[in-house]
T-cell receptor, first 115, second 114 residues
Framework: AQSVTQLGSHVSVSEGALVLLRCNYS??????LFWYVQYPNQGLQLLLK??????LVKGINGFEAEFKKSETSFHLTKPSAHMSDAAEYFC?????????????FGAGTRLAVHP | GAVVSQHPSRVICKSGTSVKIECRSL??????MFWYRQFPKQSLMLMAT?????????EQGVEKDKFLINHASLTLSTLTVTSAHPEDSSFYIC??????????FGDGTRLSIL
């Protein structure tokens, strides 16, 4: 079975500082991994995904994530935080179950960016 | 491309009312859509997988008779919360899968039962 653990339910950074959101996964098969962002009262927007190939994945809004199989991690980073990055971030892994590719989400990390 | 539209965005109604939420794929066909529920400050919990032309597949613990799902066309799935009660108040989000792409999500429906 697949699962996702996001370390840190809340992360606070200063504007311009490095953003690091942690995600570890468990999967019995090669995983497909995703990061989504959710703004208040909205759905989820895909930031980036890893399926196969290059382990460093670049996404929208300057975010990137690195798949590390040995550490079962897929941490999300951004070199310089912007106020508009404040949101909820979800890491997810694909679970092929019952004939469908379902998404298993982590508990989420709320990112706060202060001036 | 790959836009998923969800309607309504917000519903406030009295206890005992049935509420229908629509999820549409605007520029692609989706044989499979997903319905999630999200409680405040929590993650998304998959409720059911909606399949065009067949019965939905519900996750364990989700009441089929309470949450009716109809996927009558390749671009529309509906979730009906029957005889809603205050404990059904939540944020409901749908998603659809464009060809060769990850799930794309609607903007969600906030349901408040008085």
């Amino acid at each position: 079975a697949q699962s996702v653990t996001q370390l840190g339910s809340h992360v606070s950074v200063s504007e311009g500082a490095l953003v690091l959101l942690r995600c570890n996964y468990s999967s019995s098969v090669p995983p497909y991994l995703f990061w989504y962002v959710q703004y208040p009262n909205q759905g989820l927007q895909l930031l980036l995904k890893y399926t196969t190939g290059a382990t460093l994945v670049k996404g929208i809004n300057g975010f990137e994530a690195e798949f590390k199989k040995s550490e079962t991690s897929f941490h999300l980073t951004k070199p310089s935080a912007h106020m508009s990055d404040a949101a909820e971030y979800f890491c997810a892994v694909t679970s092929f179950s019952g004939g469908y590719n379902k998404l298993i989400f982590g508990a989420g990390t709320r990112l706060a960016v202060h001036p | 491309g790959a836009v998923v539209s969800q309607h309504p965005s917000r519903v406030i109604c009295k206890s005992g009312t049935s509420v229908k939420i629509e999820c549409r794929s605007l520029d692609f066909q989706a044989t499979t859509m997903f319905w999630y529920r999200q409680f405040p400050k929590q993650s998304l919990m998959l409720m059911a997988t909606s399949n065009e032309g067949s019965k939905a597949t519900y996750e364990q613990g989700v009441e089929k008779d309470k949450f009716l799902i109809n996927h009558a066309s390749l671009t529309l799935s509906t979730l009906t919360v029957t005889s809603a009660h205050p404990e059904d108040s939540s944020f409901y989000i749908c998603s659809a899968v464009p060809p060769r792409q990850p799930q794309h999500f609607g903007d969600g429906t906030r349901l408040s039962i008085l």
